[in-house]
């Protein structure tokens, strides 16, 4: 018989997905609104959880230089091309564009893992991409199409890491710390050549800079996460992975209520689509496919 998740577990999921909405409006106004350069965003955000997680580095895991590879992919990487695009892209179509994750990682997996996919999960790919299509095509997802390729571009290399993340054997939190330590080791010095104004930007944010920060790195990736792989320790991850597409819902609200997104039915159509897709995808039997990370394809 099937379980039926406690109220109790089900109101702490929802509390984590709006979370996790509300890290993609707070990074769109820190990129956009402060000025601060998205890699600097994204390497300062892994300093911070590598600090708080430090204590997890430590032994070395087995085949480090892959686990780096990997990890970084999930994180630093898939979270630095999101904040570029989040430059553009309003939070609304960056997440029904995030949707995308989830149908490339099934390709993915058949690609790499010889993952068979039979029809039902085959119309699920196809709807998920039918409805980020309809989401771009609308005037919304139009005018800030050049973001959204960056933010497309995210959910490719989250995807592929999520696919490979089956290759590796790490608890949580040792995952998390390894995460930031690569993503930290690789984006300074990427946005020293690429960006400028670092300082200047984050000095000029000041408290709600720091405010943001705390609440990307801390809040979001290290008490959400943590407290979500709790829940999938505890749960049927088939009960409880579908319910993170309750994250696009709350993306797509607090874009309209804190940063202006115009949403018009277009946009919705598409998210409505794209979602009906992955969910199925998700509730399909796969022994290939990490779940919990389809739709959410990056720590």
Same mark, same amino acid.
């Given at each position: ?68 590879? @990997?990890?970084?992919? !999930?994180?630093?990487? $898939?979270?630095?091309?999101?904040? #570029? =695009? %989040?430059?553009?892209?309003?939070? &609304? /179509? ?37 409805? @980020?299509?309809?989401? !771009?095509?609308?005037? $919304?997802?139009?005018?800030?199409? #050049? =973001? %959204?390729?960056?933010?497309?571009? &995210? /959910? ?59 609440? &990307? /790195? ?82």
């Amino acid at each position: 018989m099937a379980r039926i998740m406690p109220v109790r577990t089900f109101l702490l999921l929802m509390f984590v997905c709006m979370l996790w909405a509300l890290n993609v409006v707070v990074s769109r106004l820190v990129v956009d609104g402060m000025g601060v350069p998205p890699l600097w965003f994204a390497a300062l955000r892994s300093l911070v959880v590598v600090l708080v997680l430090s204590r997890y580095l430590l032994p070395r895991p087995p085949k480090w230089p892959w686990v780096a590879l @990997v990890t970084f992919m !999930i994180s630093g990487g $898939s979270f630095g091309l999101l904040f #570029v =695009g %989040l430059r553009d892209a309003t939070p &609304s /179509a960056a997440a029904v564009v995030s949707l995308s994750g989830a149908p490339l990682t099934v390709v993915f997996a058949i690609l790499i893992l010889k993952e068979q996919v039979r029809w039902r999960r085959g119309i699920g790919i196809a709807l998920a991409f039918l409805g @980020v299509g309809v989401a !771009i095509a609308s005037p $919304s997802g139009w005018s800030s199409s #050049v =973001g %959204l390729i960056f933010v497309g571009a &995210s /959910a490719v290399v989250g995807a592929l890491g999520s696919v490979w993340l089956k290759t590796i054997d790490l608890p949580p939190l040792r995952l998390q710390a390894w995460a930031g330590l690569v993503s930290a080791l690789v984006l300074f010095p990427l946005s020293a050549l690429t960006e400028s104004g670092q300082g200047a930007a984050v000095m000029a944010g000041g408290w709600r800079f720091a405010a943001a920060l705390g609440f &990307s /790195a801390v809040v979001v990736s290290v008490f959400a996460h943590t407290v979500y792989f709790r829940l999938l320790r505890d749960h049927d991850a088939n009960l409880v992975a579908p319910l993170t597409l309750m994250t696009p819902i709350f993306t797509i609200a607090a874009g309209a209520a804190i940063t202006g997104d115009e949403v018009g039915l277009q946009l919705l159509v598409g998210a409505f689509i794209a979602g009906a897709g992955v969910l199925v995808i998700m509730v399909r039997p796969s022994r290939a496919l990490f779940k919990p990370l389809l739709v959410r394809t990056r720590i």
